[in-house]
């Protein structure tokens, strides 16, 4: 009798962080970072409540293992997200609290890469397949590692 073919899955998890921002960019004006970010330029900054999406896969062809019947232990993902996402940015002032923003514009857009670039460290290289950050329920960013536009 044959063995059974590998069985393949993406796995996705979600959680929930409050932080708030300022969209502020050292290398433009006042005027011209009111003119850009309006609103989200106030000097004492806004909140939002965010949702983090990743989408996990496993390297060699998104395999669920034989044995566990998982593609990645959910206890050491909560661990993973917990580590990379909760403890820097929940309820947190992206510019003043989290060093990475000091230089960055805390754009949800660059929340997403900071997200990913901790993750990628802590979880089995090649799992991470995407990241998805939801600023409000209008807007959403994905990243999914460093992708270039080709000229």
Same mark, same amino acid.
């Given at each position: 009798?044959?063995?059974?073919a590998?069985?393949l899955a993406?796995?996705?998890?979600?959680v929930?962080f409050?932080?708030c921002?300022?969209?502020?960019?050292?290398?433009?004006?006042d005027?011209?970072n009111l003119?850009?970010?309006g609103k989200c330029?106030n000097p004492?900054?806004?909140g939002?409540?965010?949702k983090a999406?990743l989408l996990i896969?496993?390297?060699?062809?998104l395999?669920?293992?034989?044995?566990?019947?998982?593609?990645?232990?959910?206890?050491d993902l909560k661990a993973?997200?917990?580590?990379a996402?909760?403890?820097?940015?929940d309820?947190?002032? !992206?510019d003043?609290?989290?060093p990475?923003f000091a230089?960055? =514009?805390?754009? $949800?857009?660059?929340?997403a #890469?900071?997200?990913?670039e901790?993750l990628k460290k !802590?979880l089995?290289?090649?799992?991470?397949y995407?990241?998805? =950050?939801?600023? $409000?329920d209008?807007n959403? #960013?994905v990243y999914?590692?460093?992708?270039t536009i080709?000229?």
């Amino acid at each position: 009798m044959a063995p059974p073919a590998a069985r393949l899955a993406r796995l996705s998890r979600t959680v929930s962080f409050s932080a708030c921002h300022r969209l502020h960019s050292k290398s433009l004006s006042d005027e011209e970072n009111l003119k850009l970010f309006g609103k989200c330029n106030n000097p004492n900054g806004h909140g939002h409540n965010y949702k983090a999406r990743l989408l996990i896969s496993l390297l060699f062809s998104l395999q669920i293992d034989p044995v566990s019947g998982m593609v990645i232990n959910l206890t050491d993902l909560k661990a993973y997200m917990q580590e990379a996402i909760m403890e820097p940015l929940d309820h947190k002032n !992206l510019d003043k609290d989290v060093p990475y923003f000091a230089e960055v =514009v805390s754009t $949800t857009e660059n929340v997403a #890469v900071f997200i990913w670039e901790n993750l990628k460290k !802590l979880l089995p290289m090649g799992t991470l397949y995407k990241v998805k =950050v939801y600023e $409000t329920d209008q807007n959403t #960013v994905v990243y999914k590692g460093e992708e270039t536009i080709s000229e």
